[in-house]
């Protein structure tokens, strides 16, 4: 059965980006397996504010409703999909113009998982720059967008997470029936499971790759403080950090002077040119205090590294201690200790990177095309028994 499906995303098309990625390798693969799918993005939605909470608060849901009342009147659609919670309001136009049509919400990292997991974080590295007006007023909006994660619940037919804990969230929090909700995870890039992997060797897995901006729940400081680590501890390690222009600085005042001369920042790129740079390494760090998956994790696997992570999000699922490690969450001294353990043992590493490729494949993005279309027959099924 071909399903006409709706996608909408506060994010601009471009699958060299996140959450961004993540909705368009979705689209695809869905139409790639037969189905009609229209798209609403960023530049459709529109923005006049430039506070981020304050368009999320005001703008944002307002904007879902418009864009998908305009394309009901166009179109008859199976599924309205939409990112973010803030559709809360879409959800319920959906329903009143179209009563048979399943509402999706699909999550990248549930808000309000989110917040709680960072808050305890974020108390003990005073992380927030901000001015206190600014404080104080983000203060009270919270509570505000916090009503959009309850709302959404509430309206949704089903829910796409991308990991075990975010759906636990949900349930156990929120009150989600288990039945509406569906973890999806992610995939590298088809290019990355078809390219053959270079072979894990002592001169690669010297060679440590960490792929993500400053953000706090990417946790930098605990990077950082591992790098720091190893540059005291091992001779000839070299490291990579791949991020955004702008957080270049934040990242070089984090580093020791000695750890600097031995990491090159290098800045966002192609999926093409980010495969090439996981090839030169063998050991990956991705210490984050919090994700909704993290897609770069499973990237730097299909590409044979050894991948020393947090237990979180996607990794929390995937990782299983023979195709990976992980380590709790801002310990920066189990960061540093298991990657040394994996370098300086060159059979063990050649095993884990063997098993993280095996794995790696075993999620693809035509996989997330079928059960993102399962889940959605599933959610049809339920609207059209009410």
């Given at each position: 059965m071909t399903l006409k499906v709706l996608m909408m995303s506060d994010t601009p098309a471009d699958p060299n980006r996140g959450a961004a990625g993540?909705?368009?390798?979705?689209?695809?693969?869905l139409r790639a397996l037969g189905?009609?799918?229209?798209?609403?993005w960023s530049e459709d939605l529109g923005r006049r504010i430039g506070h981020g909470n304050l368009h999320l608060l005001l703008e944002l849901p307002r904007a879902y409703e418009r864009e998908a009342?305009?394309?009901?009147?166009?179109?008859?659609?199976d599924v309205v999909h939409a990112n973010q919670p803030h559709g809360f309001r879409a959800a319920k136009a959906v329903h009143r113009l179209s009563p048979r049509t399943a509402f999706i919400h699909r999550s990248h990292g549930f808000e309000l998982n989110a917040e709680e997991t960072l808050q305890p974080w974020r108390e003990v590295y005073g992380s927030d720059e901000r001015s206190a007006s600014r404080r104080i007023a983000s203060l009270a909006l919270a509570p505000l967008l916090a009503r959009h994660a309850r709302a959404i619940a509430r309206e949704a037919d089903g829910h796409i997470v991308s990991s075990s804990l975010d759906a636990r969230f949900l349930h156990e929090r929120l009150g989600v029936p288990r039945e509406r909700i569906a973890v999806i995870a992610q995939a590298a890039p088809d290019s990355y499971l078809r390219n053959d992997v270079p072979a894990?060797?002592?001169?690669?897995?010297?060679?440590?790759?960490?792929?993500?901006?400053?953000a706090f729940f990417k946790a930098p400081m605990i990077t950082?403080?591992?790098?720091n680590r190893l540059t005291a501890a091992e001779g000839g390690l070299r490291f990579t950090w791949v991020c955004d222009r702008s957080s270049e600085t934040t990242i070089r005042t984090l580093l020791t002077g000695e750890a600097?001369?031995?990491?090159?920042?290098?800045?966002?790129?192609?999926?093409?040119?980010?495969?090439?740079?996981y090839d030169q390494h063998g050991t990956f760090l991705f210490p984050s205090f919090f994700e909704g998956f993290g897609k770069a994790f499973i990237e730097a696997m299909s590409r044979g590294l050894c991948v020393i992570a947090s237990d979180t999000g996607g990794m929390h699922d995937i990782i299983d201690g023979r195709n990976g490690i992980l380590v709790p969450p801002g310990d920066a001294g189990a960061l540093a200790d298991a990657a040394t353990a994996i370098i300086r043992d060159l059979e063990s590493a050649y095993t884990m990177s063997a098993a993280a490729t095996r794995t790696?494949?075993?999620y693809t993005w035509e996989r997330v095309g079928r059960?993102?279309?399962?889940?959605y027959r599933v959610c049809m099924n339920a609207r059209t028994a009410v």
């Open positions: 993540t909705e368009v390798q979705t689209l695809n693969a189905h009609e799918v229209d798209s609403v009342v305009k394309a009901l009147r166009r179109n008859v659609y894990m060797d002592a001169q690669r897995l010297r060679r440590v790759l960490h792929v993500a901006q400053a950082a403080a591992a790098i600097n001369e031995r990491t090159e920042v290098r800045h966002w790129t192609t999926q093409d040119a980010l495969r090439d740079i790696a494949r075993e059960e993102t279309a399962g889940f």
